[in-house]
């Protein structure tokens, strides 16, 4: 599928299939809801609309609602409604908003809590019912690996995956990390490579994360080994 099908642009960068069946399709100029036939086009207008063209990553609740990470800002679309909600950072009230307008991953847990990793800032989860955001230390950790573990300079968290209801992978720009979500502690557990992330898998089974870098490289990291 391509433009002449009617997507919104040929440069795709994430896909979500949710509750109703429909594919929901990221890319660098639109989002795309995709029925098997047709694409509905999502993009910024004036309005209720999307904040942002360029799609990093989608997901999505029981409810159908659809959880949209953009370069400027996270979005929700409500399936009752159709409505848009758009979350930025808000420089009066930090600990209470998103920390980072360039959102690059969403992911909802089985507890129906949604994670999200802003560029450089704090990890964050939110509660949507209680709409309450819980930040993760980010910054103070790269503290402590910046110019030790890993190269100087920019430390950012562009993919992540739960290994458990306690325990995240986080692939960064420079490596593989853990975090404790319990004890909120950050682990560095290696690297090698200094790029930016284009996806990111955890096989349970054999306990193996794999990490593809926007260079074309595939690391892996073995816990059994």
């Known amino acids: 599928y391509t433009t002449q099908h009617g997507l ?4 795709v960068t994430c896909f979500y299939k949710d509750v109703h069946g429909y594919v929901w399709i ?13 694409f509905k086009i999502y993009k910024p207008s004036k309005g209720n609309a999307i904040s942002n063209e360029v799609i990093n990553d ?10 949209v990470a953009t ?5 929700k679309l409500d399936f009752a409604t159709g409505l848009w909600r758009t979350w930025m950072p808000d420089a009066n009230n930090p600990k209470s908003f998103l920390t980072n307008n360039l959102v690059w991953d969403v992911e909802i847990d089985s507890t129906g809590r949604l994670w999200i990793a802003a560029d450089v800032f704090a990890f964050t989860s939110f509660n ?16 402590t690996i910046n110019g030790k573990l890993t190269p100087k300079g920019y430390h950012s968290i562009y993919k992540f995956i739960h290994k458990n209801q306690d325990t995240c992978w986080l692939g960064t720009n420079k490596g593989l ?3 404790n979500t319990k004890t909120r502690d950050f682990t560095f557990i290696g690297g090698g490579y200094n790029d930016q992330l284009t996806d990111m898998l955890y096989d349970a089974e054999k ?3 794999f990490i593809a870098t926007h260079k074309g490289s595939i690391w892996q990291y073995d816990e059994n080994t």
Do not use: C
């Open 8 to 11: 919104s642009d040929n440069r």
């Open 58 to 67: 989608i997901t999505g609740d029981q409810e159908g609602n659809i959880w």
């Open 26 to 38: 990221g890319t660098k100029n639109g989002l795309n809801r995709f029925d098997g036939h047709t």
């Open 207 to 209: 306990k193996t994360v």
């Open 71 to 75: 370069m400027n800002g996270l979005n």
């Open 177 to 179: 990390v853990m975090l």
């Open 128 to 143: 949507p019912a209680t709409e309450e955001f819980i930040q993760y230390d980010w910054p103070k950790f790269v503290k």
